[in-house]
């Protein structure tokens, strides 16, 4: 098989790369690339999230150690790999994909310089692979200025989003060959393993400990402070990794629940957070959880130092006192354990709201009911 005309040199992808103990990054890249070669229908999951479609012919070609014909002179960068794909069509599509393992850092002049060198090879994409997260592939963790973006599209995505994206395809996919599911579920084996560098989001920025304590002591955060931007960084990595770490424990993929403007707009969401953390010192999230009654509310509240996880249940319109609605949640919840959990009640009119700990609320439906006992709930609030 010939190498693409946009390579001077480039190897096949190998998963049993024979390169030294210490190229980590080298040898997850290469192992990663051979599993999309070979495993063309986790291929397909993989590019849907970038809207990438890849036919049942399609061939998947990937390659490592690459050198583009039209290189940018004097530079100290090498990307780390190229997938090709064709469909039998005139133009085959191809991304120039670069990785980072461990703590490395994906850097900003480096991108921007594989953004020229793509655009300079008729490559229509660059991914980026690393330990940040993104809610989306397209909110890149690295700012670019949208020019340099015009030509080819850039996407990010998390070593632990492909380890998930594994995962759920083994539990759930019935495309697979056994020859691919034994390659695969080796691949996560390996992904998994403490040594090969592939993490969770395990710490916030090192600025999160003194934001703390200024809203502790009630000092008023600024929306311009390096603190706050940073720790919004921090908390949208948490997020993603949240909902990663929800699709693997329920083999069904969890995703950040966004606005049409956000989705649009990553700079928009970083801004209206950041507003909301300095009016409230509150950090929240929603998560969409298939088949699940309703989206699922992360709160984080720096001023308590609390965190809160919440979802919010319209009460069934065909019950009409407020016994049998409050059954009717409770039924739900007969297997949850009531440690530190608490049921809350939202009343017609000016009835204010009643919170009571769902231990009390299952030895006594009155206690979580108003003075007068007549209204019905008409949501309900399980946290």
Request: positive net charge.
């Amino acid at each position: 098989m010939s190498k693409p005309e946009c390579l001077v040199t480039g190897e096949m992808a190998r998963l049993l790369p024979v390169v030294p103990e210490t190229h980590k990054e080298q040898r997850a890249t290469s192992i990663l690339l051979a599993t999309l070669s070979v495993v063309p229908a986790l291929t397909s999951e993989v590019l849907g999230v970038i809207g990438k479609k890849v036919g049942a012919r399609s061939t998947i070609d990937a390659y490592t150690e690459v050198v583009f014909t039209n290189g940018l002179e004097k530079s100290v960068f090498r990307p780390d790999g190229l997938l090709v794909i064709d469909q039998g069509k005139p133009k085959e599509w191809k991304a120039l994909i670069e990785s980072k393992i461990g703590r490395t850092p994906l850097e900003e002049d480096q991108i921007r310089s594989y953004l020229a060198v793509a655009k300079a090879n008729g490559v229509d994409a660059v991914i980026t692979i690393s330990n940040q997260f993104a809610a989306l592939p397209t909110h890149h963790p690295i700012k670019v200025p949208k020019s340099a973006i015009k030509a080819v599209n850039l996407y990010h995505w998390s070593w632990m989003f492909l380890l998930t994206q594994s995962i759920l395809f083994l539990k759930n996919s019935n495309e697979a060959t056994g020859d691919q599911k034994f390659i695969l579920s080796e691949v996560v084996r390996y992904l998994e393993h403490d040594k090969t560098g592939v993490s969770s989001f395990d710490r916030m920025a090192p600025e999160w400990r003194d934001l703390v304590t200024q809203v502790q002591s009630g000092a008023q955060l600024k929306k311009n402070c390096a603190e706050v931007t940073a720790c919004i960084g921090s908390w949208h990595q948490e997020e993603r990794d949240l909902c990663l770490i929800m699709s693997r424990k329920i083999a069904c993929p969890v995703s950040v629940r966004l606005s049409r403007l956000h989705i649009g707009d990553p700079i928009k969401r970083v801004a209206d957070d950041i507003d909301k953390l300095v009016k409230n010192s509150i950090l929240e999230c929603s998560l969409e959880v298939p088949d699940a009654a309703a989206h699922l509310d992360v709160k984080a509240d720096l001023k308590r130092r609390s965190i809160s996880c919440a979802m919010r249940l319209s009460a069934p319109k065909d019950k009409v006192h407020a016994p049998a609605r409050i059954n009717w949640l409770l039924r739900q919840i007969s297997h949850v354990d009531p440690s530190d959990v608490f049921v809350r009640a939202q009343w017609p009119g000016r009835i204010q709201d009643t919170l009571v700990p769902l231990a009390d609320v299952r030895a006594d439906l009155k206690l979580l009911m108003p003075e007068n006992g007549k209204s019905a709930p008409i949501a309900m609030e399980v946290l």
